[in-house]
């Protein structure tokens, strides 16, 4: 139904000269293994802290998870260390994954706490999404839709296949930005908060129909982040 990586550091393809030099897509977080430092319980709150060696980046990434009986909440705080003697930017992405049956066509409603927002741009030799113009700018939710019609970008439709690709600023009055799915028919909710100034983009990614027929639709809700 979910599923969440880290793409530390670096979010997407890599580059011909990275491939060659064996950095993998969304960086290399997920690739290694993560290290159990801790395990404890203490009145009522459940930790577990992990480490992680990236070696082809030179850096250390730290993660703690918490939770506090009673609540459905999952406190996440993380740590990326520079092992080099020079600045570099550092390329983090947190990427949840979206399936069926969380995914539903027609029950299913995705929102964040979004202000201005832009269509992708795809490359010429590259097949564009179906469901969105590109390069548009556009308020959340209203995204310009494929033949000029607007495309409410909280729904998954029934019945309309094809993709579609947007980014969306996080509303620059908020000091906490956030992202909800919910599943009306099943009850399922899902949501993140976060600091609106260390994770200024939300990227959202929809695959519907006949490119994914046997699940029926996949959503990818990614909150990127890229820093000096």
């Known amino acids: 139904m979910v599923g969440h990586f880290v793409c ?5 393809s890599p580059s011909k000269q990275e491939a060659a030099a064996g950095l993998a897509m969304h960086g290399e977080a997920y690739l290694q293994p993560w290290n159990l430092v801790s395990s404890e319980k203490q009145a009522g709150v459940a930790t577990v802290k992990f480490a992680l060696d990236l070696p082809k980046f030179q850096k250390t990434f730290a993660r703690s998870l918490q939770i506090v009986d009673g609540e459905n909440v999952l406190y996440i705080d993380s740590e990326l260390t520079s092992e080099t003697a020079f600045d570099r ?3 983090w992405g947190e990427h949840p994954f979206l399936f069926p049956p969380f995914v539903e066509r027609g029950n299913t409603v995705v929102d964040v706490s979004g202000a201005r927002s832009r269509t992708r ?4 030799n590259t097949r564009p999404g179906t469901l969105l113009q590109q390069s548009q700018d556009f308020t959340w939710p209203s995204a310009p839709g ?7 970008m909280r729904e998954t439709p029934g019945g309309v296949n094809g993709t579609g690709r947007t980014a969306t600023l996080m509303d620059p009055a908020r000091a906490l930005a956030w ?25 959202n990614y929809m695959q519907y129909g006949r490119l994914d027929r046997a699940r029926g639709g996949i959503r990818h809700a990614t909150v990127r982040f890229a820093a000096p």
């Open 8 to 12: 530390v550091d670096g979010f997407g």
């Open 89 to 91: 930017t550092a390329n």
């Open 121 to 124: 741009t795809y490359p010429a």
């Open 146 to 152: 494929a033949g000029r019609a607007v495309f409410d």
């Open 179 to 203: 992202v909800t799915v919910l599943n009306k028919a099943r009850h399922y909710l899902l949501g993140y908060v976060f600091r609106r100034e260390e994770y200024l983009w939300v990227q």
